[in-house]
């Protein structure tokens, strides 16, 4: 199968699995928080039960990632604010390697909350985390009161909304007026964009690809900052074994969202293309980590040690891309409604 083909199917079974309106977490407003019950990076348990009754506010963060430091900052300042009003903020992260730098993070910082090691991804799975750092309030009666994707630049307006709107400061329209103090628009072309990417996203279902190289090119027309429409347009182009206008197509997404991982796997893809190897060695490697949802980059990695003669290595990754897509249960059926 090539390269865009074995995307688009991965990308299918994702969306299929994944879909959801944007958000943090999957868990509708108002419904009860899952339990937990996780270690803390000094050895102590931390149960979210036995804090019913105070607000929780959950930060979803990676080590690597300056907008999840962000949220950690902005987590201490609500808390330092509010937190002698019942007010609790955790930090969780789900990867256990290297705990000293983690605690170097937190000491640099002056971060004294607690951070929590979630080693076998349990918040993570119930509570449907999208993206990094992920933020979730929890109010006094353990009921999910909201999600926060990211760190956008109202972010810290946003928690400290909510926060005083239930601890009953202010009401619901003076929540809403804290929390976006400018109502945003959404442009017509950033509409257009997004509804050109989606019809992309079918023509190459189809097997289209000509008919989705110009689609996807009307949708960066439309909106040139659309990392999504670069990264399909990558993987499109190295469909056609264009290596050059493929490598310049991830590099720009890239650009627009450094931590895309799927930005990165296509840049691996472009660089096997193009010949060198080894950077496309490191640049996967780099895709890999800590990835969520890794099928495309270890079958990536799988054709970079088969080009350098590793067969072992390379199936390596094949099974790894293949028990990645096996763990997440899925039946033939999906696979071929994506094909």
């Not at 804090?51 to 201490?76: M, N």
């Not at 989705?212 to 439309?222: G, N, Q, W, Y």
């Not at 990695?301 to 088969?306: D, P, T």
Request: include cysteine.
């Amino acid at each position: 199968m090539s390269t865009v083909k074995v995307a688009v199917v991965i990308t299918c079974m994702m969306l299929f699995l994944l879909f959801h309106p944007a958000g943090a977490i999957d868990i509708p407003v108002g419904t009860t928080a899952p339990g937990f019950a996780l270690p803390t990076i000094d050895g102590k348990l931390f149960s979210l039960a036995r804090y019913r009754g105070s607000i929780i506010i959950l930060i979803y963060w990676r080590r690597d990632q300056p907008r999840s430091l962000l949220s950690l900052k902005d987590g201490q300042d609500i808390l330092s604010r509010f937190g002698d009003r019942g007010v609790k903020v955790v930090g969780l992260i789900a990867n256990s390697d290297n705990i000293d730098h983690v605690n170097t993070i937190l000491k640099d910082n002056k971060i004294t909350y607690s951070v929590l090691l979630d080693s076998e991804r349990q918040v993570f799975g119930d509570y449907g985390i999208h993206v990094y750092p992920s933020t979730i309030i929890i109010n006094r009666e353990g009921r999910i009161a909201k999600g926060v994707p990211g760190h956008a630049l109202n972010y810290r307006q946003v928690i400290e909304a909510h926060v005083r709107y239930i601890l009953g400061d202010i009401d619901e329209q003076k929540m809403h007026e804290l929390a976006f103090p400018q109502k945003k628009i959404i442009e017509e072309s950033v509409l257009t964009a997004h509804r050109l990417y989606n019809l992309a996203l079918k023509f190459t279902d189809d097997g289209f690809l000509d008919m989705a190289v110009e689609t996807v090119k009307k949708s960066l027309d439309a909106n040139k900052d659309s990392a999504q429409s670069h990264i399909l347009l990558g993987f499109l182009y190295l469909e056609e074994n264009n290596a050059n206008t493929a490598f310049e197509s991830f590099n720009e997404a890239l650009r627009l969202e450094p931590d895309s991982h799927d930005a990165k796997t296509g840049l691996g893809g472009a660089l096997i293309l193009k010949g060198d190897i080894e950077r496309a060695l490191d640049v996967l490697t780099d895709a890999v980590s800590e990835n969520p949802y890794p099928e495309m980059t270890y079958y990536e990695l799988g054709r970079v040690y088969e080009l350098k003669g590793d067969k072992d290595r390379a199936i390596e990754m094949y099974k790894k891309a293949l028990q990645e897509i096996i763990h997440n249960k899925l039946i033939p059926s999906i696979v071929s409604r994506c094909r």
